[in-house]
């Protein structure tokens, strides 16, 4: 795991009194499919001048945010220029594209899945997505048995990534602490989030969210193969 960024220096304190990780967490947009190399675009070019024509808001800024979110976000902050409904049509509309026809899987998944379960570690999605969303990921990839828990931000009351809420509920679900949580995120508002439910953060530096901030993060990966070397590591 030469290449992978060992961003703390303390792999072996990583988890809490030497434990290893006993369950991972997998982000879906970005991570288990390339979806955000397709939304950053559509959120910059359609949904963001369409929504607040008269405003330069950085797609960072609402990345990882629940879609509905951004929405709430977008018009406390400047104020929209569409109405609420226009905007959740654009977005499913494009979504379901997207899932069903345009995304491609994480390489290696299902081998990285099948380990992590003969090594009896508990895995979940956890995501911003609504779950019809997810649903659309998980049957065309044939994922709907590979993990024991799905989490959408619509499952909770609470506000989405990056409050740490999804996170700290995911954890819950499973039934172990997010201490002992390895989590795989790539936006800022994810690993921010992640970092702040105090799990372990391994961050999945791609293309399309350009040069944001991995401080928070404990683990920086650049590929699929860097991102399975550093989760079998937590995990032995």
């Given amino acids: 795991m030469d290449d992978a ?11 809490a009194d030497g434990e290893r990780a006993e369950a991972v ?41 629940n879609y509905r979110e951004i929405y709430d976000y977008l018009d406390d ?4 220029a569409i ?8 977005f499913t509309e494009a979504a ?23 090594r009896g570690i508990e895995t979940a999605i956890v995501s911003s997505s609504p779950h019809e ?7 065309r990839f044939d994922l709907e048995d590979s993990f024991e828990e799905i989490i959408s931000a619509d499952d909770i009351e609470a506000a989405s990534k990056p409050e740490p809420d999804v996170f700290e509920y995911a954890a819950d679900e499973i039934g172990v602490s997010p201490e002992v949580c390895a989590v795989v995120e790539d936006s800022e508002n994810g690993i921010e ?9 391994i961050a999945y ?9 991995y401080s928070p993060a404990d683990w920086v990966a650049d590929s699929p193969t860097e991102v399975r070397e550093v989760i079998l590591e937590l995990v032995e």
């Fill in 83 to 90: 109405s609420r409904e226009a905007y959740i049509d654009r």
């Fill in 5 to 15: 960024t060992d961003v703390t220096g303390q792999t072996d304190e990583l988890i």
């Fill in 205 to 213: 530096r791609i293309d399309a969210h350009g040069d944001i901030d």
């Fill in 193 to 201: 989030a992640a970092y702040r439910a105090e799990t372990v953060v």
């Fill in 133 to 139: 969303w997810i649903g659309w990921v998980t049957d």
């Fill in 25 to 65: 967490l997998f982000d879906m947009d970005g991570v288990i499919v390339n979806s955000e190399d397709y939304w950053v675009e559509f959120e910059r070019e359609e949904i963001l001048p369409a929504a607040v024509p008269d405003e330069d808001v950085d797609v960072a800024e609402v990345t990882g945010m």
């Fill in 96 to 118: 379901e594209e997207l899932y069903t026809e345009r995304v491609d899987l994480l390489d290696g998944l299902h081998d990285l899945l099948a380990e992590l379960e003969e």
């Fill in 77 to 80: 902050e400047y104020g929209t």
